[in-house]
């Protein structure tokens, strides 16, 4: 039977009940804030104070400013200050909020421009996102994971076919200041798009100067890369916990396309400035320096972060986060601390050189050192038929090319062994913002594997190639589209390829190089 | 997770249709408000269950008028209502002043609102002598 409860009535009784309920006092977890400086506040009494947790700082304005607890004594806490630390005062009240750290995710921050706590930076106005994820989660178990087997193309020929990268893998970018470590981050980002391989890209300025990110989004946003990106931006003069925050935070906006059978690439931009915030936090904490001044927990800083990018299994979605950590040495010693402890992260690195830039040869690659530990199974089958040998036939041109400084007559073999060598180097040369297709990546080293351009001049070597590519896209778009599956193509392709490579190639050949066939 | 708004207002119709202290019922869903940190829905969670009621044979009209109604028009007004949801069990007149009505009297539903005023009328009147001037 029906109550003659109104509606109406009840709504009033509510509120009312509402008013009172927030009338009555709770206990709340209060301490006092003892001492402030750096972007660390020291508080006395917040006892049952979790690891990483929030607390709600009352600054002297009445303004709540956020900390999150990073030592906990039996005394007092140390927290640091997600804001501004000049305005708290000694005396100022803390409480606990009994919440970690949360970031919004979800596909309403694609396109975007965010600082570590979600909050936009791009004066597009509120990001309109119904989820927030805590910014440290725990890595997916051994379970939910399968092996890397798709590919991620990053259209650059020498990565894709001698270190290839596959989703759910992390590839370190390793290199001094000024070799085009960002550049090869962005082309494979701007890969993404022109190959729609449907891919999200997360970029993570970590204490970048503001100007070079601003470039960056420009250049995102003129090659229409933007509306598939989210960047989440942090300057040098941000303080060091947003810094600290910003690839944690990251990756838990990744994380949401990775749990929702989606696939997403992280780039951190770069890890050496977020391993000195991290110094600068844990000094200022007073915890015991060790190797190089960085705590001793710097190495699980990275090693956390880095394995929370994966390839899940089917069961779980099959989505992947794949992860491009950028770390940058000092004159090429990759045997530092934070170096050769993000190397024994990763499944392998592309490790740039200096002396190759400033060569001409970029991207600067260093096959010796480069390497992908799991990115040979997700290679596309074209691709590695053809660089099968590649590898080894740099290795041994640039262990020749040393030699024969110092001789002058060599034989036959080993100055056909140097050409080619010279020949591959100059077709694996390309420039930014220009990444290649599988097709175009296939067609270029099949014909240079089957000694096409060894004739051709060193100065008409590329003139070559752009000329094949074009005629090939012309005349056999068709079969270019299919080999851009990924399939090995037939011999009848490879045949109709390689003449119409040798032809071209015939008339750049120069008179001397004739009158030598002859 | 977030429990959808429609979902929340079925179970307070629910509640409201075998619940005899409204006091209590209150106090539960103003805790459950509060817990779950939306307190500002409670307007239109309220309306959800208007509807929710309504649908179900419960129909509730406030009645807004300028001065106090009378038994008979009370009566009249729930047979007004009752004409217009014959499938109305119950109806629940509630009865509330506002002197902005000057005379007559406004019936709010759940989702509508009938509008017998001499604000209303005057209106119409203004709004009609407006157009014949244009």
């Given at each position: 039977?029906?109550?003659e409860?109104?509606?109406?009535?009840?709504?009033?009784?509510?509120?009312?009940?509402?008013?009172?309920?927030k009338?009555?006092?709770?206990?709340?977890?209060?301490g006092?804030?003892?001492?402030?400086g750096?972007g660390?506040?020291w508080?006395?009494?917040?006892?049952?104070?979790?690891?990483?947790?929030?607390?709600?700082?009352?600054?002297?304005?009445g303004?709540?400013?956020?900390?999150?607890a990073?030592?906990?004594g039996?005394?007092?806490?140390?927290a640091?200050?997600?804001?501004?630390d000049?305005?708290?005062?000694?005396?100022?009240?803390?409480?606990?909020?009994?919440?970690?750290?949360?970031?919004?995710v979800?596909?309403?921050l694609v396109?975007?421009?965010?600082?570590?706590l979600?909050?936009?930076?791009?004066?597009?106005?509120?990001?309109?996102?119904?989820?927030t994820?805590?910014?440290?989660?725990?890595?997916p178990?051994v379970?939910d994971?399968?092996?890397?087997?798709?590919?991620?193309?990053?259209?650059?020929?020498?990565?894709?076919?001698?270190v290839?990268?596959?989703r759910?893998q992390?590839?370190?970018?390793i290199g001094?200041r000024?070799?085009?470590?960002?550049?090869?981050?962005?082309?494979?980002?701007i890969?993404?798009?022109?190959?729609?391989?449907?891919?999200?890209?997360?970029?993570v300025?970590i204490?970048?100067?503001?100007?070079?990110?601003?470039?960056?989004?420009?250049?995102?946003?003129?090659?229409?890369v933007?509306?598939?990106?989210?960047?989440?931006?942090?300057?040098a003069a941000d303080?060091?916990s947003?810094?600290?925050?910003?690839?944690y935070?990251?990756?838990?906006?990744?994380?949401?396309?990775r749990?929702?059978?989606?696939?997403?690439l992280?780039?951190?931009?770069?890890?050496?400035?977020?391993?000195?915030?991290?110094?600068?936090?844990?000094?200022?904490?007073?915890?015991?320096?060790?190797?190089?001044?960085?705590?001793?927990d710097?190495?699980y800083?990275?090693?956390?972060?880095?394995?929370?990018?994966?390839?899940l299994?089917?069961?779980?979605?099959?989505?992947?986060?794949t992860?491009?950590?950028?770390?940058?040495?000092?004159?090429?010693?990759?045997?530092a601390y934070?170096?050769?402890n993000?190397?024994s992260?990763?499944?392998?690195?592309?490790?740039?050189?200096t002396?190759?830039?400033?060569q001409?040869?970029?991207?600067a690659?260093?096959?010796?050192?480069?390497?992908?530990?799991?990115?040979g199974?997700?290679?596309?089958?074209?691709?590695?038929?053809?660089?099968?040998?590649?590898?080894?036939?740099?290795?041994?041109?640039r262990?020749l090319?040393?030699?024969?400084?110092?001789s002058?007559?060599?034989d036959?073999?080993?100055?056909?062994r140097?050409?080619?060598?010279?020949?591959?180097?100059e077709l694996?040369k390309?420039?930014?913002y220009?990444?290649?297709?599988?097709?175009?990546?296939?067609?270029?080293?099949?014909?240079?594997?089957?000694?096409?351009?060894?004739?051709?001049?060193?100065?008409?070597?590329?003139?070559t190639?752009?000329?094949?590519?074009?005629e090939?896209?012309?005349d056999?778009?068709k079969?270019m589209?299919?080999?851009?599956t990924?399939?090995e193509?037939?011999e009848k392709?490879?045949k109709?390829?390689?003449?119409?490579?040798?032809?071209?190639?015939?008339?750049?050949v120069t008179?001397?190089?004739?009158s030598?066939?002859? | 997770?977030?429990?959808?708004?429609?979902?929340?207002?079925?179970?307070?119709?629910?509640?409201?249709?075998?619940?005899?202290?409204?006091?209590?019922?209150?106090?539960?869903i103003?805790a459950?408000?509060?817990?779950?940190?939306?307190v500002?829905?409670?307007d239109?969670?309220?309306?959800?269950?208007?509807?929710?009621?309504q649908?179900?044979g419960?129909?509730?009209?406030?009645?807004?008028s300028?001065?106090?109604?009378t038994?008979?028009?009370?009566s009249?007004?729930a047979?007004?209502?009752?004409?217009?949801?014959?499938?109305?069990?119950?109806?629940?007149?509630?009865?509330?002043?506002?002197p902005?009505?000057i005379?007559?009297?406004?019936?709010k539903?759940?989702?509508?609102?009938?509008d017998?005023?001499?604000?209303a009328?005057?209106?119409?009147?203004?709004?009609?002598?407006l157009?014949?001037t244009?």
């Amino acid at each position: 039977m029906a109550t003659e409860i109104s509606i109406k009535d009840l709504s009033e009784d509510i509120r009312a009940a509402i008013a009172q309920l927030k009338q009555q006092p709770e206990i709340e977890n209060v301490g006092i804030v003892t001492r402030v400086g750096d972007g660390i506040a020291w508080i006395y009494g917040l006892a049952k104070a979790g690891y990483s947790e929030m607390i709600d700082i009352t600054d002297q304005h009445g303004e709540t400013i956020t900390a999150f607890a990073l030592n906990l004594g039996q005394e007092e806490i140390g927290a640091v200050i997600l804001g501004d630390d000049t305005q708290i005062k000694a005396g100022a009240t803390a409480k606990l909020s009994g919440r970690v750290l949360e970031v919004p995710v979800g596909p309403e921050l694609v396109g975007r421009v965010v600082d570590p706590l979600g909050r936009p930076l791009d004066g597009k106005g509120a990001i309109k996102s119904k989820l927030t994820s805590r910014v440290e989660r725990t890595a997916p178990g051994v379970l939910d994971r399968k092996s890397v087997h798709e590919p991620l193309m990053t259209g650059i020929t020498a990565i894709d076919s001698m270190v290839p990268i596959g989703r759910g893998q992390r590839e370190l970018i390793i290199g001094d200041r000024q070799t085009g470590k960002t550049a090869i981050a962005i082309d494979t980002m701007i890969n993404q798009h022109r190959q729609d391989t449907g891919v999200i890209n997360i970029y993570v300025a970590i204490g970048q100067k503001l100007s070079k990110v601003a470039r960056l989004i420009e250049r995102l946003k003129r090659e229409g890369v933007m509306e598939q990106t989210i960047v989440i931006a942090t300057s040098a003069a941000d303080p060091a916990s947003l810094q600290y925050l910003a690839p944690y935070a990251a990756t838990a906006m990744g994380e949401y396309f990775r749990d929702n059978k989606q696939h997403a690439l992280i780039i951190y931009d770069d890890l050496t400035k977020h391993a000195a915030a991290y110094r600068q936090m844990s000094l200022l904490l007073r915890r015991p320096p060790g190797r190089e001044a960085y705590p001793g927990d710097v190495f699980y800083l990275h090693s956390r972060l880095l394995e929370r990018s994966a390839k899940l299994s089917d069961e779980k979605g099959a989505g992947s986060l794949t992860a491009l950590p950028i770390i940058e040495t000092q004159a090429g010693d990759i045997s530092a601390y934070i170096p050769t402890n993000v190397i024994s992260i990763t499944d392998g690195q592309i490790f740039m050189e200096t002396n190759l830039f400033y060569q001409g040869i970029r991207p600067a690659i260093s096959v010796g050192l480069s390497v992908s530990r799991v990115g040979g199974n997700a290679q596309t089958k074209a691709v590695k038929s053809v660089a099968k040998s590649l590898r080894l036939d740099l290795a041994q041109f640039r262990e020749l090319a040393a030699f024969s400084q110092f001789s002058t007559d060599l034989d036959a073999e080993t100055r056909q062994r140097i050409e080619r060598g010279q020949r591959l180097t100059e077709l694996l040369k390309q420039p930014q913002y220009s990444p290649y297709s599988i097709w175009q990546m296939y067609v270029v080293l099949l014909a240079a594997t089957e000694g096409t351009f060894d004739k051709v001049p060193l100065d008409k070597v590329k003139t070559t190639e752009a000329n094949l590519l074009r005629e090939l896209k012309h005349d056999q778009g068709k079969a270019m589209d299919a080999i851009n599956t990924g399939a090995e193509p037939d011999e009848k392709t490879k045949k109709l390829i390689v003449d119409l490579a040798n032809k071209i190639a015939a008339s750049y050949v120069t008179v001397d190089e004739k009158s030598k066939e002859k | 997770m977030k429990v959808p708004r429609a979902q929340v207002a079925e179970a307070i119709a629910k509640k409201t249709l075998t619940e005899h202290d409204p006091a209590v019922l209150a106090r539960e869903i103003a805790a459950y408000l509060l817990t779950e940190n939306r307190v500002q829905d409670l307007d239109s969670l309220m309306r959800d269950v208007m509807a929710y009621r309504q649908e179900h044979g419960v129909v509730e009209a406030t009645v807004m008028s300028a001065h106090d109604l009378t038994a008979d028009v009370k009566s009249e007004v729930a047979g007004l209502v009752q004409d217009h949801y014959p499938a109305a069990k119950m109806v629940i007149i509630r009865e509330t002043h506002d002197p902005e009505v000057i005379g007559g009297l406004k019936v709010k539903l759940a989702n509508e609102q009938l509008d017998l005023s001499v604000r209303a009328r005057l209106d119409t009147f203004k709004r009609l002598t407006l157009e014949g001037t244009k």
